[in-house]
């Protein structure tokens, strides 16, 4: 069993800064990569960011500049740091992992459960 737990969403005004985290535990081998997503009402879940196991970064166009993802491969955490929020960053951010449960075990990705994030003044 494997386990995503996010923290760090929030409120926050219009070029704030917020901070996320996503801590994978349970039966891990390894983690190859991960990311950030995010879905708003009415909108599909779209990629915010990711990071490989070497520490490789894409991000969306709407975020370079503003977001950076880290991730610390010894706790299995990716982080997500949100600078100069803007009222359309405002959505629930998922992480997700791509994982494998043994060296010979077949890869899978894991999902968080979603945490809001509200740019509002």
């Known amino acids: 069993q494997v386990q995503l737990v996010e923290s760090g969403g929030g409120l926050v005004h219009p070029g704030g800064s917020l901070g996320l985290s996503c801590a994978a535990s349970g039966s891990i081998f390894s983690i190859a990569n991960m990311g950030w997503y995010r879905q708003a009402p009415g909108k599909e879940r779209e990629l915010v960011a990711a990071?490989?196991?070497?520490?490789?970064?894409t991000y969306a166009d709407f975020v370079k500049g503003r977001f950076t993802i880290s991730r610390d491969n010894a706790k299995n955490t990716v982080y997500l740091q949100m600078n100069s929020l803007k009222p359309e960053d405002t959505a629930v951010y998922y992480c997700?992992?791509?994982?494998?449960?043994?060296?010979?075990?077949?890869?899978?990705?894991?999902w968080g459960q979603g945490t809001q994030v509200t740019v509002s003044s």
């Open positions: 997700n992992a791509d994982y494998k449960s043994t060296p010979w075990g077949t890869r899978y990705l894991y």
């Open positions: 990071i490989t196991s070497g520490g490789s970064t």
